[in-house]
């Protein structure tokens, strides 16, 4: 099949979605389908996340990928796309996330080309973006498909959007063999959190949850992977606790598998998630998890008890901070729940969910 995928950005999109994409357009070229990834970035940057080599790129440049998208802007791509893939002539259109998904649906209208929307957040977000909404209620009635990430992401949509959806996991990459053991050469064990630092991830939680601990427990520290608005923010916390040699905020990484595999507890203090990409990932190294309960995506990924914590949101950081020391004081628990977390996933391989998009897109794509 000729598969084309379209996001808005690879250069500037640092995010679990963007992995995403890189792992399924790389496993359906291997599969031997001729696969093309159409961005808004300029032509001739590098992507955050390598590609395949055999998955052609198209950068058309329109707009600033970095920033949100004006109605002149939109309207400008959602000309060039349906110029663009009208030439491309592909079997169908896979669009991650609403900011490509949208104009996608709406270029495409009458071309006979299906088009499958890859949504990869929760009802939550859009609570406040009322006109986000309503373009994607309205552009959903020109997509074939819409993925989610879960039947439980699903099941919080309206009832007529969940009638189009399909769920399709995120992967989760195996741990690297070779990292294993790197926890144990660290002088100084680390809570690890990896996200957006932007205001659903929560990260202030985390670092006052960490700072009213760090007294008992001198020998830990918090390091927190990740690029956002919210950095000025969180370094003006980390300053007024005096924590400025136990807390780091070192920005994005290109190689994510060497601090899961160096870490010794993983904390998720998000609000919402549509999975917990990161989260199961950093399980999958063995590393026990802990978050909220009534936090969608991070209540699916860990099980009480069993692979990690969820706790109450009634006071989150006192909730939280009890959570992590009853890890942080028990190593013998951090190994058995470790233990159980690398398994948790394991029907998640990638080999497995690049198979469901393949059969999702044969579905979908003109007879």
């Known amino acids: 099949m000729k598969i ?14 963007e992995r995403v994409l890189a792992e399924i357009s790389g496993g359906l070229c291997a599969k031997g389908h001729d696969v093309s990834l159409l961005t808004f970035d ?29 109605f002149g802007v939109t309207l400008t791509r ?23 998904f ?23 977000h859009y609570q406040s973006r009322k006109i986000e909404f309503f373009l994607f209620v309205l552009s959903s009635f020109f997509l074939k498909k819409i993925t989610v990430v879960s039947e439980k992401v699903r099941e919080s949509y309206p009832s007529f959007l969940q009638r189009k959806m399909a769920v399709v996991p995120n992967p989760v990459k195996s741990a690297q063999p070779d990292l294993k053991g790197l926890r144990h050469l660290e002088k100084r064990p680390v809570v690890l959190t990896v996200g957006r630092l932007d205001p659903q991830k929560d990260q202030d939680t985390l670092i006052r949850a960490f700072g009213i601990l760090a007294p008992r427990f001198s020998d830990w520290d918090l390091k927190i992977i990740g690029e956002g608005e919210l950095r000025p923010a ?37 609000r919402y998630e549509s999975f917990g990409l990161a989260t199961a990932e950093a399980m999958s190294y063995g590393l026990p998890a802990i978050g909220f309960s009534d936090c969608p995506g991070t209540n699916e990924v860990i099980e009480n008890g069993v692979n990690g914590l969820l706790v109450g949101s009634g006071e989150r950081t006192e909730a939280l901070a009890q959570a992590m020391e009853t890890l942080m004081s028990s190593e013998q628990s951090r190994t058995e729940m470790g233990q159980r977390a690398a398994e948790s996933h394991s029907d998640l391989r990638p ?17």
């Open 351 to 367: 080999d497995r969910i690049v198979d469901l998009w393949e059969e999702l897109i044969k579905r979908v794509r003109p007879s």
């Open 102 to 124: 949208i104009p996608a649906a709406f270029a495409l209208i009458g071309s006979g080309i299906p088009v499958i929307g890859s949504e990869h957040i929760v009802p939550e």
């Open 42 to 70: 300029p032509p001739g940057e590098e992507p955050f996340y390598p590609l395949h080599d055999g998955v052609r790129r198209i950068d058309l440049g329109v707009g600033d990928a970095r920033k949100k998208s004006g």
């Open 234 to 270: 969180l370094e003006k916390t980390v300053a007024e606790l005096h924590m400025k040699e136990r807390v780091f905020l070192p920005g994005l990484t290109s190689d994510i598998d060497r601090e899961y595999a160096a870490a010794s507890l993983f904390v998720i203090p998000s």
């Open 78 to 100: 959602i000309g060039t796309l349906r110029k663009t893939v009208l030439q491309e002539k592909p079997d169908a259109v896979v669009a991650f996330m609403h900011s490509s």
């Open 4 to 17: 084309l995928f379209i996001i808005k950005t690879m250069v500037h999109g640092t995010g679990g979605a």
